[in-house]
């Protein structure tokens, strides 16, 4: 960003300067301060005033030309820059100079040489009345009819131009088409022209070889009527007449036979439901396969098409199926969340199938373990079942070997008490003292009020519709 170091002064909220009404009243505002002492408010009020204005108008030229504007005293450049930074405003919402507008005024109208003449230069503009008047005198040159020749009839009488007679006519379009040279073949004629060969310079009669369209009907049951077709070599447009393999089981359906050699393919479009078979083969091989489009498939959530028969069954998550939510944010529309909400199987009949109970699990708090599905480590388990929290076995041996020598490590800690009499342990065969043993697993792991591994909390949602 260009620099402007013409800088305001007194300009943050609550300066020392006199208000507006002060300083509209200030006598010093007239004939400047005189001898005696100023009060700083007062100057404040004059440099801010005139520092706000040199510092806008250095921001105007900087934003202009977006060159650095430095307090140096050359105010030659800065006067340049100034009438620049104007010019380029001016220039920029379509502001045109004097001159300018002059001359294309000048162009248009000569204001002083508006002429009641004829003759008049070209350069000039006639009156409204001259040209109203001359115009209604005019009118195209051309050989036209004396009253002599009205009165003796208007035949062969036309406006002057570059007409073509008839024989030049004629002769002009037999340069463009020789009608002794179009297309040979069946029904060959000289009307409907539509294309010519490249080489030959024939022309092609519309619907000739099927191109075009003759509404032309043929039954193919068989086999044998489409090698009987395809043996005229010749490619053609024409429609069946009764249901067939090659075009969609629905009679006379508009049909598309390419053929080069003894290799062919059919194009059938179903003028029912839309649906396009195509066919292909050589010699005696064929195959037909449907072309899968809107017409024969649905489209599923994602936008591709699918060729299940409903909808419903073709989402990329069944009904049924579950994923993690991730979010606090509103379920989407047909998920529901595992928290034992009960359906009915009328309108939720895809559901239904999934929980036969008509309720969705509460899963809430649980974590999901893989079904075991008959591979032997957690055996007996069934799909949706759950199973309560455990800790694996420990065990372990404790050794005592008199009570001053209890201890204990890891989970374990002894702590002993002993029976005085007279200062002295009881006699043998009586208790000569106590060991408590105890144990606590948050000695050495992490503790709580139940078995837990490492988690992260996800809401579980299944889709229902």
Same mark, same amino acid.
């Given at each position: 960003?260009?620099?402007?170091? !013409?800088?305001?002064?007194?300009?943050?909220?609550?300066?020392?300067?006199?208000?507006?009404?002060?300083?509209?009243?200030?006598?010093?505002?007239?004939?400047?301060?005189?001898? $005696?002492?100023? %009060?700083?408010?007062?100057?404040?009020?004059?440099?801010?005033?005139?520092?706000?204005?040199?510092?806008?108008?250095?921001? !105007?030229?900087?934003?202009?030309?977006?060159?650095?504007?430095?307090?140096?005293?050359?105010?030659?450049?800065?006067?340049?820059?100034?009438?620049?930074?104007?010019?380029?405003?001016?220039?920029?919402?379509?502001?045109?100079?004097?001159?300018?507008?002059?001359?294309?005024?000048?162009?248009?109208?000569? %204001?002083?040489?508006?002429?009641?003449?004829?003759?008049?230069?070209?350069?000039?503009?006639?009156?409204?009345?001259?040209?109203?008047?001359?115009? $209604?005198?005019?009118?195209?040159?051309?050989?036209?009819?004396?009253?002599?020749?009205?009165?003796?009839?208007?035949?062969?009488?036309?406006?002057?131009?570059?007409?073509?007679?008839?024989?030049?006519? &004629?002769?002009?379009?037999? &340069?463009?088409?020789?009608?002794?040279?179009?297309?040979?073949?069946?029904?060959?004629?000289?009307?409907?022209?539509?294309?010519?060969?490249?080489?030959?310079?024939?022309?092609?009669?519309?619907?000739?070889?099927?191109?075009?369209?003759?509404?032309?009907?043929?039954?193919?049951?068989?086999?044998?009527?489409?090698?009987?077709?395809?043996?005229?070599?010749?490619?053609?447009?024409?429609?069946?007449?009764?249901?067939?393999?090659?075009?969609?089981?629905?009679?006379?359906?508009?049909? !598309?036979?390419?053929?080069?050699?003894?290799?062919?393919?059919?194009?059938?479009?179903?003028?029912?439901?839309?649906?396009?078979?195509?066919?292909? $083969?050589?010699?005696?091989? %064929?195959?037909?396969?449907?072309?899968?489009?809107?017409?024969?498939?649905?489209?599923?959530?994602?936008?591709?098409?699918?060729?299940?028969?409903?909808?419903?069954?073709?989402?990329?998550?069944?009904?049924?199926?579950?994923?993690?939510?991730?979010?606090?944010?509103?379920?989407?529309?047909?998920?529901?969340?595992?928290?034992?909400?009960?359906?009915?199987?009328?309108?939720?009949?895809?559901?239904?199938?999934?929980?036969?109970?008509?309720?969705?699990?509460?899963?809430?708090?649980?974590?999901?373990?893989?079904?075991?599905?008959?591979?032997?480590?957690?055996?007996?388990?069934?799909?949706?079942?759950?199973?309560?929290?455990?800790?694996?076995?420990?065990?372990?041996?404790?050794?005592?070997?008199?009570?001053?020598?209890?201890?204990?490590? $890891?989970? !374990?800690?002894?702590?002993?008490?002993?029976?005085?009499?007279?200062?002295?342990?009881?006699?043998?065969?009586?208790?000569?003292?106590?060991?408590?043993?105890?144990?606590?697993?948050?000695?050495?792991?992490?503790?709580?009020?139940?078995?837990?591994?490492?988690?992260?909390?996800?809401?579980?949602?299944?889709?229902?519709?």
């Amino acid at each position: 960003m260009a620099k402007n170091e !013409f800088l305001p002064f007194g300009i943050a909220e609550g300066a020392n300067v006199l208000s507006n009404q002060e300083y509209e009243r200030l006598a010093a505002r007239f004939n400047g301060f005189v001898s $005696g002492v100023a %009060k700083s408010k007062e100057l404040n009020t004059v440099w801010r005033q005139s520092s706000v204005m040199s510092s806008s108008l250095a921001q !105007f030229i900087v934003d202009s030309d977006n060159k650095d504007l430095l307090d140096n005293g050359d105010i030659a450049s800065i006067k340049t820059r100034l009438v620049a930074a104007i010019k380029q405003t001016i220039s920029g919402v379509g502001y045109v100079t004097t001159a300018a507008m002059n001359l294309e005024l000048n162009k248009k109208i000569d %204001k002083a040489s508006i002429s009641g003449v004829l003759g008049n230069d070209n350069s000039k503009v006639p009156s409204l009345n001259l040209l109203t008047t001359e115009l $209604g005198k005019k009118q195209p040159a051309g050989d036209y009819a004396t009253k002599t020749d009205l009165n003796n009839g208007l035949a062969g009488k036309q406006p002057a131009g570059d007409y073509a007679t008839n024989a030049a006519l &004629n002769s002009g379009l037999d &340069n463009k088409v020789s009608k002794s040279s179009v297309a040979q073949g069946p029904g060959t004629s000289i009307t409907n022209v539509i294309s010519q060969d490249g080489v030959t310079k024939f022309f092609l009669k519309k619907g000739e070889y099927g191109w075009g369209g003759l509404g032309q009907s043929l039954s193919l049951q068989d086999w044998t009527s489409i090698k009987a077709l395809i043996a005229e070599n010749a490619s053609r447009i024409y429609n069946s007449k009764t249901a067939n393999e090659l075009n969609g089981n629905s009679a006379y359906v508009p049909m !598309f036979l390419m053929q080069i050699g003894n290799t062919w393919a059919n194009i059938a479009i179903n003028h029912i439901n839309g649906i396009m078979t195509v066919g292909a $083969g050589y010699d005696d091989v %064929k195959t037909v396969s449907t072309v899968y489009s809107t017409a024969n498939t649905s489209t599923d959530r994602n936008g591709y098409l699918r060729t299940s028969s409903t909808t419903a069954e073709m989402q990329a998550v069944p009904i049924g199926s579950s994923v993690i939510w991730n979010s606090t944010a509103p379920i989407p529309t047909n998920f529901w969340p595992h928290e034992g909400r009960s359906f009915s199987a009328a309108e939720y009949p895809e559901l239904a199938k999934i929980f036969p109970d008509l309720k969705l699990p509460d899963d809430r708090g649980y974590a999901i373990r893989i079904a075991d599905n008959g591979r032997g480590i957690d055996v007996g388990r069934t799909v949706g079942t759950y199973q309560q929290d455990a800790v694996q076995k420990m065990t372990g041996t404790l050794q005592i070997n008199g009570v001053e020598n209890a201890s204990g490590t $890891g989970v !374990f800690s002894a702590r002993q008490t002993a029976e005085f009499t007279g200062g002295h342990y009881q006699s043998s065969g009586s208790l000569q003292g106590r060991a408590y043993i105890d144990i606590d697993s948050s000695r050495v792991v992490r503790s709580a009020d139940e078995t837990r591994m490492k988690n992260v909390a996800k809401i579980l949602i299944t889709r229902v519709k």
